[in-house]
């Protein structure tokens, strides 16, 4: 019903900033809540931030408050999350969800793009 494509990953010096982009495809976007994830290695996947399919309610993981801010163009049916101030702890794969509903939520999601690699050195 939806399908995602990450892009936006690579290598980065502590302090630099990223800017990840997802874009979305199939039978709906604005209808759809979207999140960002992230699994390091070793690690279990973690929550980093969310918007509802409005763009009206925003949600973000403790860690990245501050540093990270998520966006979404429903004209483009794309989804961004701008990642400033970057620690080595942010290295992980992100991955792109979507939400079959509009609503915003930090675990509820049907749909994952392939994920992109972050690399934060120092």
């Known amino acids: 019903q939806v399908q995602l494509v990450e892009s936006g990953g690579g290598l980065v010096q502590a302090g630099g900033s990223l800017r990840l982009s997802c874009a979305a495809s199939?039978?709906?976007?604005?209808?759809?809540?979207m999140g960002w994830f992230r699994q390091a290695p070793g690690k279990e996947r973690e929550f980093v931030a969310a918007?509802?399919?409005?763009?009206?309610?925003?949600a973000y993981a403790d860690s990245v408050k501050g540093r990270f801010t998520i966006s979404r163009d429903n004209g483009k049916n794309s989804v961004y999350l701008q990642m400033n101030s970057l620690k080595p702890e942010d290295t992980a794969v992100y991955y792109c969800?979507?939400?079959?509903?509009?609503?915003?939520?930090?675990?509820?999601?049907?749909?994952w793009g392939q994920g992109t690699q972050v690399t934060v050195s120092s």
């Open positions: 199939g039978r709906t976007f604005s209808g759809n809540a």
């Open positions: 969800a979507a939400r079959a509903a509009a609503g915003v939520s930090t675990t509820e999601y049907d749909y």
């Open positions: 918007i509802s399919g409005s763009g009206r309610s925003i």
